[in-house]
T-cell receptor, first 114, second 114 residues
Framework: DAGITQSPRHKVTETGTPVTLRCHQT?????MYWYRQDPGHGLRLIHY???????DKGEVSDGYSVSRSKTEDFLLTLESATSSQTSVYFC?????????????FGPGTRLLVL | GENVEQHPSTLSVQEGDSAVIKCTYS??????FPWYKQELGKRPQLIID?????GEKKDQRIAVTLNKTAKHFSLHITETQPEDSAVYFC?????????????FGTGTKLQVIP
């Protein structure tokens, strides 16, 4: 597996509380992504980053924000968690299509919002 | 935006038989098509990929074909084994505004019956 870790791996929280998920890479890849995975929907892009401090929205970005202050770290924040944000969250890294195109995924974070 | 449809959603085969999973995409700008395998509770991992300038690619028991005109691509697994049981995702990828945009299919759950 590529050098990608996610923390925490599991989290239970209550509606209305803020939650931050961390993705850490040791591969020095330029691109980092946050996806959520739900039954019947596959993997849907929340936000992505194309460099330090450079981020943009994906298809399901409402209720989420991100930050990337260092190449190796990409944080996903749920400002005020809702039950609809219960999901498995995967971080991914890539060198982009110019670098081959393969995305490498982290181990995932299971989030339950009560 | 890009839309990727994947069929079937579930597939059961006898050990030793072949399995075929099909995907269609909508945007002719997509030029990279990876396939990921996800075992239960694990992260998605790349098993094979194909680029738009190639019609077919094979790696041992796994092959992928691409028909750019029809905008569809397929995964073929021959001589299936119980360890092939997993969820398989197709994806279509393109350059979009300077980053690698990836759209995933909704997944196929493959069960190989011993």
């Amino acid at each position: 597996d590529a050098g990608i870790t996610q923390s925490p791996r599991h989290k239970v929280t209550e509606t209305g509380t803020p939650v931050t998920l961390r993705c850490h890479q040791t591969e020095n890849h330029r691109y980092m992504y946050w996806y959520r995975q739900d039954p019947g929907h596959g993997l849907r892009l929340i936000h992505y980053s194309y460099g330090v401090k450079d981020t943009d929205k994906g298809e399901v970005s409402d209720g989420y924000s991100v930050s990337r202050s260092k190449t190796e770290d990409f944080l996903l924040t749920l400002e005020s968690a809702t039950s609809s944000q219960t999901s498995v969250y995967f971080c991914a890294i890539s060198e982009g299509l110019a670098g081959g195109g393969t995305q490498y995924f982290g181990p995932g974070t299971r989030l339950l919002v009560l | 935006g890009e839309n990727v449809e994947q069929h079937p959603s579930t597939l059961s085969v006898q050990e030793g038989d072949s399995a075929v999973i099909k995907c269609t995409y909508s945007d002719s700008a997509s030029n990279y098509f990876p396939w990921y395998k996800q075992e239960l509770g694990k992260r998605p991992q790349l098993i094979i990929d194909i680029r738009s300038n190639v019609g077919e690619k094979k790696d041992q028991r796994i092959a992928v074909t691409l028909n750019k005109t029809a905008k569809h691509f397929s995964l073929h697994i021959t001589e299936t084994q119980p360890e092939d049981s997993a969820v398989y995702f197709c994806a279509a990828s393109m350059n979009s505004g300077g980053y690698q945009k990836v759209t995933f299919g909704t997944g196929t759950k493959l069960q190989v019956i011993p």
